[in-house]
């Protein structure tokens, strides 16, 4: 049975950081892209960064680069986001996903987490 379980969300300080964490079960991890999506309220979900299988490629929208850093640890079939210099737009519902195609993670992802809430306010 896949899993992908989120953790680190939380509330923030405009300007603080974050780190969020999703671990992985129930398939190869070290062969999946993966990605963390958010979905703020009244707005679609959108892709916030992903990372290929080896972390060779990474990618980040416009609006979190240079802020946010994504990052794997096969051994421990974990994916990290670390988030800094936090704003109130960032806050979202921040989702886990996997896709055994690094290009097909932005649409259609094969693996969903279940979602962890990130509050950035004063």
């Known amino acids: 049975q896949v899993q992908l379980v989120e953790s680190g969300g939380g509330l923030a300080q405009p300007g603080g950081s974050l780190r969020l964490s999703c671990a992985a079960s129930g398939f190869t991890f070290s062969s999946y892209a993966m990605g963390w999506f958010r979905q703020a309220p009244g707005k679609e979900r959108e892709l916030v960064a992903r990372i290929s299988w080896s972390s060779g490629s990474t990618f980040y929208v416009n609006s979190v680069k240079g802020r946010f850093t994504i990052s794997r640890d096969n051994a421990k079939n974990t994916v990290y986001l670390q988030m800094n210099s936090l704003k109130p737009e960032d806050t979202a519902v921040y989702y886990c996903?996997?896709?055994?195609?690094?290009?097909?993670?932005?649409?259609?992802?094969?693996?969903w987490g279940q979602g962890t809430q990130v509050t950035v306010s004063s």
């Open positions: 996903a996997a896709d055994a195609s690094y290009s097909k993670l932005i649409r259609t992802p094969d693996y």
